[in-house]
């Protein structure tokens, strides 16, 4: 299929980084019906809205089990310590994910290991994984970054042979599959994350742990809920995480949506792309490689601009009223909160080249077509503009 850039595509048009109204709009009804549905039961921690959820949750993803918590954050910790892990232990990681990855494992009482990226997929470069592990290495976090799940073969090996755990954090990954398999699935725990903007985006935050593991599944209920197994009795120190069932009341009417809009996010992909190349600018810019093997849901479709022009462009797109963000701009090795780690600047140079490169694009399910021409458009006249003025950077 060919796309053609209109020259004329509505030049002024205002382009929203994401909006999520349309959605909400295309099935109001459904989602008011079951808030009412709630208010009028007046039950609103856990009960049968929770079960429920967490039955289709693990249906969807194809795991034995599931358990709600409050957030993806609280479900990373709440994973990791429900495998004991903490004080004296170690956990692989990327530099190049959301904070709460790394946070996570400190508020365990344990300490995030990290190895540098594949510049190409921006998950963890699985080939730097076992010169990191050390006799305190307990677990692997994986990150499935922007929808598109890690490397998972060389890191089963590795947990074989090391006697470790793998904790997926999957909070962008929901759908995602490796080699036909879900993510959540592809490790010990698998974490999810319902924050309004992720692919399954509930009115608020959510987050759900999925295992095959019944003992584990037992052990991660309890935490949620202060370690309690009933009748105010407290096995371990737990927390209060418990998933509203406002949330999972409106998560299980946009259960259903999900595969169209997983769909729709890859129509978008696969427009940028041929929109990108036909216009002749993939000297300027490098767009999403997705791995053999892998299902690519699109959390965010972000390209990387070269020549270090990143933050130009991202201005003049925003100048030109077109949402655009940066994921992330500084990776999690040089944060201050983890100075004490001991990690230095040029440590990790591709998860450092991928902050100063990374730049999203609109790409939300409902994203109109005509939206996509106008942002493309914008990004070939500021790709033209470079090349007329800055041509010795260029070459570089």
Known sequence: MTFIVPLNAAADRPVPFIDLVPQFQSMSAEIMAAVERVFAEQKFILGDEVVALEEEIASYCD????????????????????????????????????????????????????????????NMDVDAIEDAITPHTRAIMPVHLFGQCCDMEPLWRLCQKYKLHIIEDACQAIGAEYQGRRAGVL?????????????????????????????????????RVHGDVGQYEHLELGMNSRLDALQAAVLRVKLRKLEDWSAARQANAQRYGEMFEQAGILDSITLPTVQDDNRHVYNQYCIRVKHGLRDHVMQQLR?????????YPKPLHLQTCFKHLGYELGQFPEAEAASKDILALPSYPELPAADQHRVVDCLVNICREMRQTQPVRRAA
């Open 63 to 122: 795991s034995r089990f599931a358990v709600g918590c409050n957030s993806g954050t609280d479900a990373l910790i709440i994973a990791l310590q429900a495998l004991d892990i903490g004080e004296g232990d170690e956990v692989i990681t990327t530099p190049f994910s959301f904070f709460a990855t790394a946070s996570s494992i400190c508020r365990a009482g344990a300490t995030p290991v990290f190895v540098d990226i594949d510049p190409a997929t921006f």
């Open 187 to 223: 490790g010990t725990v698998g974490c999810f994350s319902f924050f309004p903007t992720k692919n399954l985006g509930g009115a608020g935050d959510g987050g759900m742990m999925t295992t095959d593991d019944p003992e584990l599944l037992a052990k991660l209920k309890r935490l």
């Open 319 to 327: 100048a030109a009223k077109i949402g655009c963000a940066v994921y």
